[in-house]
């Protein structure tokens, strides 16, 4: 059984920086893609960033130059990198992998993650 569990998140000042981390574990699933979505109070979850295993990369408006997503394919983990992160990047953070780029891009990947609470102070 696939399990995606996330770690890393917290309190971070606005301004500071802040990783998240996602493993894949469970069998031999190598998913092809993997993301990170972001579901604040009352709103839709929405994509921050997607790669591939060859390392294409796909952004959301919203985080474009300040997070960066990258993966260790040895390792079946993903991270994002939040830099100068701004109050209203704080949400729940989910990590979602499956062997489609289009299914993490329109958020109907096949596995997720519980999601890590990241909160920027201002």
């Known amino acids: 059984q696939v399990h995606l569990v996330e770690s890393g998140g917290g309190l971070v000042q606005a301004g500071g920086s802040l990783r998240l981390s996602c493993i894949v574990s469970g069998g031999s699933f190598r998913p092809h893609a993997m993301g990170w979505y972001r579901q604040a109070p009352g709103e839709r979850r929405e994509l921050v960033a997607a790669?591939?295993?060859?390392?294409?990369?796909n952004y959301g408006d919203s985080v474009k130059g300040r997070f960066t997503i990258s993966r260790d394919n040895a390792e079946n983990t993903v991270y994002l990198q939040m830099n100068s992160p701004k109050p209203e990047d704080t949400a729940v953070y989910f990590c979602?992998?499956?062997?489609?780029?289009?299914?993490?891009?329109?958020?109907?990947?096949?596995?997720w993650g519980q999601g890590t609470q990241v909160t920027v102070a201002s």
């Open positions: 979602t992998a499956d062997p489609s780029l289009v299914a993490v891009k329109r958020g109907t990947s096949e596995y």
């Open positions: 790669i591939t295993s060859i390392g294409i990369t």
